[in-house]
């Protein structure tokens, strides 16, 4: 009968097959995820992440992952506060440095106190907990970007005080007090001991980042798979219709807050000891913009996506110093932003010819030019960018290559907002062409021999690009705001 | 006694009257429907019951004690469920979250126990998907299987009335609040709702306030019907009487200028 047929929706029903088609990764990832269970996964993800130091001497490496844990730790924390609970926090780094300063109050001469580790780490959880508390509840009141800037101003106090509570007046004191170390921070911290065992070198400290790490995920994804999780899900959702259905809202947005704050509060505690310092300027607003880049990188909400954030904005930037690397990654993600890009597929391997072709016909034409003075970039030992450079011409004078990359530069950016109007699939194809070798050009000429502001320009160009054809960050479930 | 009494309640908001000297009760096992055009105030009734508004004066009693004052939980924990007239899902959580989420307060898990996943808490857990699950399955096979796993915000909008209902029932509560259960339904659909909240009453032995504007919902199962206008009660009785009464059948068609005129 036809009324057996009302509200089966075949849209409905072939839901997951598209959702599967659209995002592959997060197909991968969810068939994964349910072959073993999540401790599981963790366990194997820890065992291959603590084989690094066997493969590498190279401390720097070791201290980039040491790194990619720890801000992976702490975005898990400001994951629970936006990402599940929905409230808008930009003063998360604030906790950090509470945890940071209360490591060096309490194991440090500066005043004196020589805590043992164990017992510094839960007073630092606890106190940032309660300076999370403190946040939330004045915080009740206010809604999405109220609550931001309510936050963001708490988080600018706390470095503005900890720069400048150098001479505080105390009643009973004869003179000022130096309450925080000013600029110049807290020195000499004690390190890490647990059970008589002294963590001096970066491996030590790189174990106890994965141990972090790993630990916090698991507490959280407990915390996400449970009543507590689901209520702040709901909040997130619709805050009256949570109240409605039972659930102390105003509770559970406290309870969040401090969740956060007490996870940053022990991360930073971990980083001070690490550091062996703390200065102010470890918490500016570029450790939050990471961290939130870290956390919409990876999709919000999502365990592994923050991993996987965590690694590319903390170990891409240190990657990109090398020039040798930084143009393979340079190189390797233009291919495949074209493969992502370009359809139907067959187009990107053509494009890429004729790009080829047409550097060549250039080189032709301005080599035999012989008054411009033009010629092939010098070789630099690295056989791919040789091949490239023999390629490429380019200015003789050194000073005159830049100044061409910059009016490239400029070029670049006109064409390259061209190309993304044109919708015509062959007038776009011809257009790439000059671009993309104008792209080569303005790599080699300017940006490669700048790697401090290449580095940004990187990471930036490499959001953008995400956030196009990922709007949901790389492992993100679709979220709808009104249906 | 009554289940549920409002007594002498009013409410303003600015210069606007919206609730007026309103008294009406329900016994338990009653369904009464509220009628009444757009703007009558049926609405800002169940708002005030649930603890959204506070009554300007008037006293609210449920099961013998005053409500009034009382946070939209704590109203929740008594008894009292509700839906919503605008649809108000968790839309990107799956339904069997959804349903699941409304037993919080019915659950004990503390952090200890949820992060250690004591056998306290697996067993809270098994208990309250067990109860989400037949939650569901109360809606005949629109809920069940696949559907678990998807997030709200796929479902067509007869099964989200419908999620909406299951949601509130995972409260537990003596009273159910219906605003508009049928709002956006076909003719099907909306006889299978007018069944559905006898069922409720017959089997789960509840209480309903129900706001309906499609009168064959509202003849079908009212034990009783409550027109209001203005915020004032105007008619009361049997849905034949209300539906015949003059003063009602003005408030919805506006009375006959042509005589007036002359």
């Given at each position: 009968m036809s009324q057996d047929k009302i509200g089966t929706d075949q849209w409905v029903e072939q839901y997951q097959g598209r959702v599967n088609r659209r995002n592959r990764v997060a197909l991968?990832?969810?068939?994964?995820?349910?072959?073993?269970?999540?401790?599981?996964?963790?366990?194997?993800?820890?065992?291959?992440?603590?084989?690094?130091?066997?493969?590498?001497?190279?401390?720097?490496?070791?201290?980039?992952?040491?790194?990619?844990?720890?801000?992976?730790?702490?975005?898990?924390?400001?994951?629970?506060?936006?990402?599940?609970?929905?409230?808008?926090?930009?003063?998360?780094?604030?906790?950090?440095?509470?945890?940071?300063?209360?490591?060096?109050?309490?194991?440090?001469?500066?005043?004196?106190?020589?805590?043992?580790?164990?017992?510094?780490?839960?007073?630092?959880?606890?106190?940032?907990?309660?300076?999370?508390?403190?946040?939330?509840?004045?915080?009740?009141?206010?809604?999405?970007?109220?609550?931001?800037?309510?936050?963001?101003?708490?988080?600018?106090?706390?470095?503005?005080?900890?720069?400048?509570?150098?001479?505080?007046?105390?009643?009973?004191?004869?003179?000022?007090?130096?309450?925080?170390?000013?600029?110049?921070?807290?020195?000499?911290?004690?390190?890490?001991?647990?059970?008589?065992?002294?963590?001096?070198?970066?491996?030590?400290?790189?174990?106890?980042?994965?141990?972090?790490?790993?630990?916090?995920?698991?507490?959280?994804?407990?915390?996400?798979?449970?009543r507590l999780g689901r209520a702040w899900s709901a909040l997130r959702e619709d805050e009256l219709a949570a109240e409605a259905m039972g659930m102390p809202t105003r509770r559970?947005?406290?309870?969040?807050?401090?969740?956060?704050?007490?996870?940053?509060?022990?991360?930073?505690?971990?980083?001070?000891?690490?550091?062996?310092?703390?200065?102010?300027?470890?918490?500016?607003?570029?450790?939050?913009?990471?961290?939130?880049?870290?956390?919409?990188?990876?999709?919000?909400?999502?365990?592994?996506?923050?991993?996987?954030?965590?690694?590319?904005?903390?170990?891409?930037?240190?990657?990109?110093?090398?020039?040798?690397?930084?143009?393979?990654?340079?190189?390797?993600?233009?291919?495949?932003?074209?493969?992502?890009?370009?359809?139907?597929?067959?187009?990107?391997?053509?494009?890429?010819?004729?790009?080829?072709?047409?550097?060549?016909?250039?080189?032709?034409?301005?080599?035999?030019?012989?008054?411009?003075?033009?010629?092939?970039?010098?070789?630099?030992?690295?056989?791919?960018?040789?091949?490239?450079?023999?390629?490429?011409?380019?200015?003789?004078?050194?000073?005159?290559?830049g100044n061409a990359g910059n009016i490239g530069f400029a070029a670049l950016l006109i064409l390259g907002l061209g190309v993304t109007r044109i919708k015509n699939t062959w007038a776009r194809f011809v257009v790439l062409i000059p671009t993309l070798y104008l792209l080569v050009f303005v790599w080699e000429t300017r940006l490669s021999q700048e790697a401090s502001v290449t580095r940004l320009l990187f990471i930036g160009v490499l959001l953008i690009v995400l956030m196009i054809y990922r709007p949901n960050g790389l492992l993100g479930q679709k979220r709808v705001e009104i249906v | 006694m009554p289940l549920i009494e409002l007594q002498d309640v009013t409410k303003r908001f600015g210069g606007l009257q919206v609730v007026n000297h309103l008294s009406l009760g329900v016994e338990p096992g009653e369904i009464v429907s509220l009628i009444g055009p757009n703007g009558a105030g049926k609405t800002t009734v169940l708002n005030l019951i649930t603890g959204l508004y506070r009554p300007d004066s008037g006293d609210i009693r449920f099961d013998g004690r005053s409500i009034v004052g009382l946070s939209m939980h704590d109203v929740t924990r008594i008894g009292i469920a509700r839906t919503f007239q605008s649809l108000r899902l968790f839309l990107n959580m799956t339904v069997l979250e959804n349903v699941m989420s409304a037993a919080f307060l019915r659950t004990h898990a503390n952090w200890f126990d949820i992060i250690v996943r004591t056998p306290r808490f697996r067993r809270e857990e098994a208990q309250i998907r067990q109860l989400a699950e037949a939650k569901l399955a109360f809606f005949g096979e629109r809920l069940v299987g696949y559907r678990h796993d998807q997030p709200a915000y796929s479902l067509s909008y007869a099964n989200r009335r419908r999620l909406e209902i299951a949601r509130a029932m995972m409260t537990e509560p003596k009273l159910l609040l219906l605003d508009e259960p049928a709002a956006g339904m076909n003719p099907n659909e909306t006889g299978e709702v007018t069944e559905l909240i006898g069922k409720l009453r017959d089997e789960l032995k509840l209480t309903i306030i129900l706001i309906e504007h499609d009168m064959s919902v509202v003849g079908g199962i009212s034990d009783r019907v409550i027109a209001l206008d203005h915020g004032e009660k105007i008619a009361e009785g049997t849905f034949d009487a209300v539906a015949t009464d003059p003063l009602v059948v003005e408030a919805y068609l506006g009375h006959d200028e042509r005589h007036n005129r002359k």
């Open positions: 991968l990832v969810d068939r994964a995820s349910k072959r073993l269970p999540v401790w599981a996964w963790l366990i194997i993800l820890a065992l291959v992440a603590a084989t690094l130091p066997l493969l590498t001497s190279n401390d720097l490496v070791i201290r980039i992952a040491g790194n990619v844990a720890l801000l992976g730790a702490l975005a898990l924390g400001l994951n629970v506060v936006v990402g599940y609970a929905g409230l808008l926090d930009l003063g998360f780094v604030a906790f950090y440095g509470i945890g940071a300063y209360a490591y060096a109050y309490l194991s440090s001469n500066f005043i004196g106190i020589h805590l043992p580790t164990g017992i510094t780490l839960i007073a630092i959880t606890v106190i940032s907990g309660l300076f999370g508390l403190l946040l939330g509840l004045p915080s009740l009141r206010l809604l999405g970007d109220y609550l931001a800037i309510v936050t963001l101003g708490f988080g600018l106090i706390f470095q503005q005080l900890m720069t400048s509570m150098t001479r505080v007046s105390i009643p009973g004191q004869p003179s000022p007090v130096n309450l925080t170390g000013g600029p110049n921070g807290i020195l000499n911290l004690d390190p890490i001991r647990i059970f008589g065992w002294t963590a001096s070198s970066v491996t030590d400290y790189y174990y106890i980042m994965l141990v972090l790490l790993v630990v916090m995920m698991l507490v959280i994804y407990h915390l996400y798979k449970s559970l947005k406290v309870q969040a807050f401090a969740t956060g704050a007490a996870i940053a509060g022990l991360c930073g505690g971990l980083f001070a000891a690490w550091q062996g310092s703390v200065f102010p300027s470890n918490f500016d607003t570029n450790l939050l913009i990471n961290l939130y880049a870290i956390i919409v990188l990876g999709g919000l909400g999502s365990l592994p996506g923050v991993l996987i954030g965590s690694l590319v904005i903390v170990a891409v930037p240190d990657v990109l110093r090398n020039a040798d690397l930084a143009g393979k990654l340079f190189y390797l993600g233009a291919i495949v932003t074209l493969f992502g890009a370009l359809k139907p597929r067959w187009q990107t391997p053509l494009l890429l010819i004729a790009v080829a072709v047409f550097g060549l016909i250039v080189k032709f034409i301005i080599l035999a030019i012989p008054s411009l003075g033009w010629a092939p970039l010098p070789p630099v030992g690295s056989a791919y960018l040789d091949v490239i450079h023999s390629w490429l011409v380019a200015p003789a004078n050194p000073v005159l290559t | -």
